[in-house]
């Protein structure tokens, strides 16, 4: 244990040299903060950039509360999940090119403390930089459209953060088995847009997928419950959670016995 948090705290003095503690969170804060403000201006800015006739009348709603909410994630879905896999894609590799890895490993330290403490420690600086952006989407969205409901919300931006950790810990798991850490990031987030493109054209037979987490944080933000086989979706997406951390950890060991002994 007193390994595990030595090895948690190095991983927060990189992230604080390295600026990442800084530019991930102010990046999501941005994001969070521009859905609902350009929700609010949106119709007001095409009125005056319409060119519309004389006497014309363009009406654009301003989209409900929850809808904002929604677009929020669905940002970070896109741009949010790209910053995060690159600020995790060199976790494992990057130090094991660097020499970093193996002199950590000379120490008594186990695979498993040295992956559980990099996953434990990416996991909790996205889920509060997604939480800081989040934050950022509802106060504006109470104080520009409407007020948002509490419980929806905290239950929809839980399930988010899930779907996050299945991608951080693909990008680990990749990380601990490539060399290199663009493949990493490339790996991870080709399979994200796969499995985004599979679970979106073919729900009926992908609703097993993590890939559908977002379709039911959705559903869960604007009707107030998830879709269906959402027990299944879940149930899967955790094991595959615990299976690719196991898996980082099997990986890494592996990988610094053969260097231990090539």
């Given at each position: 244990m007193?390994?595990?948090?030595?090895l948690?705290?190095?991983?927060?003095?990189?992230?604080?040299?390295?600026?990442k503690?800084?530019?991930?969170?102010l990046?999501?804060?941005?994001?969070?903060i521009?859905?609902?403000v350009?929700?609010?201006?949106?119709?007001d800015?095409?009125?005056?950039?319409?060119?519309?006739p004389e006497?014309?009348?363009?009406?654009?709603?301003v989209p409900q509360?929850?809808?904002?909410?929604a677009?929020?994630?669905?940002n970070?879905?896109?741009v949010?999940?790209?910053?995060?896999?690159?600020a995790?894609?060199s976790?494992?590799a990057?130090e094991?090119?660097?020499?970093?890895a193996?002199?950590?490993?000379?120490?008594?330290?186990?695979?498993?403390?040295?992956i559980?403490s990099?996953?434990?420690?990416?996991?909790?600086l996205?889920?509060?930089?997604?939480?800081?952006?989040?934050?950022g989407?509802?106060y504006?969205?109470d104080?520009?459209?409407g007020?948002?409901?509490?419980?929806?919300?905290?239950?929809?931006?839980g399930?988010?953060?899930?779907?996050?950790?299945?991608?951080?810990?693909l990008?680990?798991l990749l990380?601990a088995?490539?060399?290199?850490?663009?493949?990493s990031?490339?790996?991870?987030?080709?399979?994200?847009?796969l499995?985004?493109?599979?679970s979106?054209s073919l729900?009926?037979?992908?609703?097993?997928?993590?890939?559908?987490?977002?379709?039911h944080?959705?559903e869960?933000?604007?009707?107030?419950?998830?879709?269906?086989?959402?027990?299944l979706?879940l149930?899967?997406?955790?094991g595959l959670?615990?299976l690719?951390?196991a898996?980082?950890?099997?990986l890494?060991?592996?990988?610094?016995?053969t260097?231990?002994n090539g």
């Open positions: 007193k390994t595990g948090w030595v948690f705290r190095k991983e927060w003095l990189d992230f604080r040299r390295s600026y503690a800084v530019w991930v969170p990046v999501f804060l941005v994001l969070g521009s859905q609902p350009s929700s609010y201006l949106l119709p800015l095409l009125k005056s950039a319409g060119n519309l006497g014309s009348i363009m009406q654009i709603p509360p929850m809808e904002v909410m677009g929020t994630l669905s970070f879905s896109s949010g999940l790209l910053v995060l896999v690159l995790a894609m976790a494992v990057g094991r090119t660097s020499g970093a193996e002199l950590v490993m000379a120490k008594p330290v186990s695979a498993a403390a040295y559980v990099k996953w434990l420690a990416y996991v909790l996205s889920a509060g930089s997604l939480l800081l952006g989040y934050l989407a509802w504006y969205t104080q520009l459209i007020p948002v409901d509490a419980g929806r919300a905290f239950a929809a931006f399930l988010y953060a899930l779907w996050v950790s299945v991608y951080l810990s990008t680990l990380s088995g490539l060399r290199s850490a663009a493949a990031a490339a790996g991870a987030l080709g399979a994200a847009a499995l985004g493109i599979l979106g729900p009926k037979w992908f609703g097993w997928s993590p890939g559908r987490l977002t379709a944080v959705r869960l933000l604007l009707t107030g419950a998830p879709g269906g086989s959402f027990g979706c149930g899967v997406s955790i959670l615990l690719m951390t898996g980082a950890v099997w890494f060991r592996r990988n610094s016995y260097a231990a």
